[in-house]
């Protein structure tokens, strides 16, 4: 094979395989044949000129070079016909067509004479075709088609506003048509000048070029990403014709001819290069740092390791110390602190340190207008001490050096996300005064650019849960409200009855069984009243989340009797169903309390006429699953409509006049924090029925290591 045609061989595989990858993306689109019609003519192009170039037989050159031109010739009228569906200028669509019969003119031409095609040239290269005195009026009808083809892209690119990534389509097509275009070099072989075709090169960048804006912008309405191997594919492609055009230069410049096996041999031992180079430098490089630089390699896998592990992180305390305690294990740092900046006030203060002892009202505090912190906002990326000493470009950068000299830093990284420094990262002398080296460095400043990204999701985290807290204790106060008539009943209807047996005291005061019974009394509905306070203090007081061993029985009993009132007022009768062995498990007391507070005043609200409320406690069967502590409210009530049921514990949803719609969100929350879930079943007209599973794998046994984590209820303040 002549090793001429070789890049004429590599660029028609490369024109196929693009035009067929847009046409069968989307083979019903206009744009998308256009496009491929425009690829093919150019395979069929540089396919022909394969051909020729090995050829020897001077006749078959010649039918092979009109075959050639046959294609060639409606190759600007594709471009022509593209641009114009590109642009949806439907005004232009007849002189698409004008344009294929002009070219089919040509085309009879090519056959039937020699005014268009007049025989072949023999070049060093091979065969190339000579063309008649029609030729020259093909070559205006070209340029005509070329000019009026990039000012209909330009006029459209100034239509487009608003719609950059429109304009980046345009821009694309027109540079890689008018690239596509120096094409037309090869055009002076045809005139006799001896210069091997090169128009491949531009047909290839023209392709890269289109598969970019197809991969980057969308082009021809393809939103697909293209493998790495068809990407590495056209890097290879672009970089070995280059290399083969030295090689054959070379071979001709020193030894006069052109070795076709030696060529081959070489192309073939150019993509080998190309192909396994990266993947074997990786790979030794790997093998060399795990052999003989065993403990650098260690160090930075941990680093690179611990950065994916933060982003996971959403306690910022967590976060903070385990950046701060990986960096100084991993490079055996002496002194390290990360300072935070506080949105309160704008400063900046340590969060953590390890090696830096301060008394809490010595804790150095960094403000925004400091110059370490201007630097660092200017500059956003590690600042090392020893540079800025030696920079000495001004009192900025020597304030600067002089903090961190304070704050006993060689390096101090900044923390930054969304354009805005949240912190800073302060390391200092290495064990051995070993000195920091650039991959460090680089490694070091990934490491912070997920501490960055880690702490401000800690920190939007802890903001959802005060959110959710602030929630919570507004639930709390609307069931108190709702209770409070019930309530003040409940304690004036004892404190009657003592007051009545004390203005009868003095009359009856030696009456031994009136006043043994008025003891009786008195202390008995005193009883009560504390009861019923201290049930209901303990329901509003703020709390901490607590975890402890609970028996579900006793907060079930509770909360029900807190609840009586409430339910005699609307004539609803509470059953209570408790089962005798039941576990205790860990859970937040006050939460659970909640909880049963929520779905019993519900139960009871949806009451009409009087009714029942029956609450069962007891295991769930296993079914060779998880089992769980059951708590089942049962009421019946007017129901829920089944449309209705899968929004219930969507905040705000309510189907009551004067609900407002966080008990059963908050209520959901809170099991689902416990590792549990609630189940309800209902219908209109036959009542509802909710089913709180508690996981039993966190029984209070001794020993017990598995707790459900759970948030504040809500803040104190």
């Known amino acids: ?384 001490r020893e540079e800025l000493e030696m920079l000495r470009d001004g009192r900025e950068t020597l304030e600067a050096s002089a903090k961190m000299a304070e704050l006993q830093a060689e390096i101090t990284l900044p923390l930054l996300t969304k354009d805005r420094l949240i912190g800073m990262l302060n390391l200092g002398h290495r064990e051995g005064n070993a000195m920091y080296s650039y991959e460090d460095i680089e490694v070091l400043s990934t490491l912070a650019n997920q501490a960055a990204i880690a702490i401000d999701n800690a920190r939007l985290y802890e903001n959802l849960k005060q959110s959710q807290n602030i929630i919570r204790r507004a639930d709390r106060l609307s069931s108190l409200g709702m209770l409070t008539a019930g309530l003040a009943h409940e304690i004036r209807n004892p404190l009657v009855a003592i007051r009545t047996f004390t203005q009868l005291l003095p009359e009856r005061y030696e009456d031994k069984d009136f006043r043994d019974s008025f003891q009786s009394l008195a202390l008995k509905e005193v009883d009560r009243i504390c ?18 061993a609970e028996n579900i029985n006793e907060i079930v009993d509770n909360i029900a009797r807190i609840l009586d009132t409430e339910a005699k007022e609307k004539d609803v009768r509470i059953t209570l169903h408790l089962a005798s062995d039941m576990p205790k498990i860990f859970v937040d007391k006050e939460q659970t309390k909640q909880v049963c507070m929520n779905l019993i005043l519900n139960a009871i609200q949806s009451i009409e006429g009087g009714g029942a409320v029956e609450i069962a406690t007891h295991l769930s069967p296993t079914n060779g699953h998880e089992q769980f502590v059951q708590i089942e409210v049962r009421d019946s009530g007017v129901g829920i409509p089944e449309k209705d049921l899968e929004n219930i514990f969507n905040p705000f949803f309510t189907t009551k006049k004067d609900g407002n719609g966080l008990g059963l969100s908050i209520s959901h929350q809170i099991v689902k924090e416990h590792g549990g879930h609630i189940v309800v079943e209902s219908g209109v007209g036959r009542g509802t029925t909710f089913f709180i599973n508690l996981p039993l794998k966190y029984v209070a046994q001794s020993g017990a290591k598995y707790r459900p984590q759970v948030h504040e209820a809500y803040s104190s303040h």
């Not at 939103?223 to 030295?246: E, F, G, Q, T």
């Not at 990786?282 to 611990?306: G, I, N, P, Q, W």
């Not at 009861?531 to 402890?548: E, H, I, K, Q, Y």
């Open 531 to 548: 009861g019923l306070v201290t049930d209901l203090l303990s329901f509003a007081r703020p709390s901490t989340p607590n975890v402890t």
């Open 1 to 384: 094979m002549n090793p001429y045609s070789i890049p004429s061989l590599l660029t028609a595989l490369l024109a196929c395989c693009l035009g067929l990858f847009v046409l069968l993306r989307n083979p019903r689109s206009s744009l998308s044949r256009a496009f491929a019609l425009w690829c093919f003519l150019t395979a069929y192009w540089q396919g022909n000129w394969t051909v020729l170039f090995n050829l020897q037989d001077p006749q078959t050159a010649d039918t092979v070079t009109r075959l050639g031109y046959s294609g060639i010739i409606f190759i600007p009228i594709a471009f022509f016909h593209f641009v114009v569906e590109f642009t949806h200028n439907a005004a232009k669509r007849t002189f698409v067509y004008l344009a294929y019969g002009v070219g089919t003119i040509f085309l009879v031409s090519t056959w039937t004479g020699d005014a268009y095609v007049a025989g072949i040239y023999s070049g060093y290269w091979g065969y190339y075709p000579k063309v008649g005195v029609l030729h020259p009026v093909y070559l205006v009808f070209l340029t005509l088609l070329l000019v009026v083809g990039l000012a209909v892209l330009v006029a459209h690119r100034r239509e487009l506003s608003g719609q950059p990534g429109r304009v980046n389509q345009v821009t694309y097509v027109f540079i890689s048509t008018v690239i596509y275009s120096l094409a037309g070099l090869d055009f002076l072989m045809n005139y006799g000048v001896e210069l091997y075709p090169i128009g491949f090169i531009f047909t290839n960048i023209h392709a890269g070029i289109i598969t970019y804006a197809i991969v980057q912008y969308r082009l021809l309405d393809i939103d697909v990403v293209i493998k790495r191997s068809l990407i590495y594919a056209c890097l290879l492609l672009a970089l070995l014709v280059p290399c083969y055009l030295v090689l054959i230069g070379t071979q001709m410049l020193f030894f006069g001819e052109v070795s076709a096996k030696f060529s081959l041999v070489a192309l073939a031992l150019f993509i080998l290069v190309g192909f396994f180079f990266p993947k074997v430098r990786f790979r030794t490089e790997e093998a060399f740092e795990r052999v003989l630089f065993k403990k650098h390699y260690d160090y930075r896998e941990t680093l690179l390791r611990s950065s994916k592990e933060m982003i996971s992180m959403v306690d910022l305390e967590t976060v903070c110390e385990n950046l701060v305690q990986t960096v100084v294990k991993a490079l055996e740092i002496e002194k390290a602190s990360l300072f935070l900046l506080e949105e309160s006030n704008g400063s900046f203060r340590i969060k953590s340190n390890v090696g830096l002892k301060y008394e809490p009202s010595q804790q150095p505090v960094v403000t925004q207008d400091d110059p370490l912190v201007r630097t660092l906002v200017k500059r956003r990326e590690a600042i090392i």
